[in-house]
Nanobody
């Protein structure tokens, strides 16, 4: 089973950008559907984007409107999330997750392996 560790979170001003990374170890990273999710205080965890294991095809939730980009580097066993035009409502703990087999969709309940999360705070 793969183990996941996020990094790259921090504090930014509204309109700024951040790139999150998720380092994977322990199993064949390239065979996993990988996803980014977030959870704001007092809210449910929500899906943002996933990327397929073989073709690297990304799928985003519609409301992101192109602000975030998910990518993966299978040679480095690393998943990325490039975030632009950040707003205070993007403040949350961001998680990466892995799923082997089945559909690859940004649905929280589909994923069984999670990282510990990285905090993103956007100031107005």
């Amino acid at each position: 089973q793969v183990q996941l560790a996020e990094s790259g979170g921090g504090s930014v001003q509204a309109g700024g950008s951040l790139r999150l990374s998720c380092a994977a170890s322990g199993d064949s990273f390239s065979s996993y559907c990988m996803g980014w999710f977030r959870q704001a205080p007092g809210k449910a965890r929500e899906g943002l984007a996933v990327i397929s294991p073989s073709s690297g095809l990304p799928t985003y939730v519609a409301w992101l409107k192109g602000r975030f980009t998910i990518s993966r580097d299978n040679a480095k066993n690393t998943l990325y999330l490039e975030m632009r035009s950040l707003q205070p409502e993007d403040t949350a703990t961001y998680y990466c997750a892995a799923r082997r087999g089945g559909r690859c969709a940004p649905v929280v309940g589909d994923f069984g392996t999670w990282g510990q999360g990285t905090q993103v705070t956007v100031a107005s």
